[in-house]
């Protein structure tokens, strides 16, 4: 079984920063991109960055310049440094991976659970 599990969300005043970190667990094989996404209330989950095993990354443009995603492979986390944030940034934030589970040779993507960051202004 594979798992991702995702932490660090909360409630911070905007201008204030946080770190979500997503870690991948089980009998995994490989994990290859790990992005975060997220969904505020009545809008549609969107990407917010990506980052491949190589560490070439990609953001969404409302968040180029505040967040920073970056891994570690030997943990199989990935994490999502949020700086500067703002009302707009409040969201249930999703990790999502490509990952081969041990004895396969196919990837698959699998989500966290999400955790939510609220933004006060």
């Known amino acids: 079984q594979v798992q991702l599990v995702e932490s660090g969300g909360g409630l911070v005043q905007a201008g204030g920063s946080l770190r979500l970190s997503c870690t991948a667990s089980?009998?995994?094989?490989?994990?290859?991109?790990m992005d975060w996404y997220r969904q505020a209330p009545g809008k549609q989950r969107e990407l917010v960055a990506t980052?491949?095993?190589?560490?070439?990354?990609n953001y969404a443009d409302s968040v180029k310049g505040r967040f920073t995603i970056a891994r570690d492979n030997a943990k199989n986390t990935v994490y999502l440094q949020m700086s500067s944030l703002e009302p707009e940034d409040t969201a249930v934030y999703y990790c999502?991976?490509?990952?081969?589970?041990?004895?396969?040779?196919?990837?698959?993507?699998?989500w966290g659970q999400g955790t939510q960051v609220t933004v006060s202004s």
């Open positions: 089980g009998r995994l094989s490989s994990v290859n991109d």
């Open positions: 980052i491949t095993r190589g560490g070439s990354t």
């Open positions: 999502n991976a490509r990952i081969v589970k041990a004895g396969t040779i196919f990837a698959y993507d699998y």
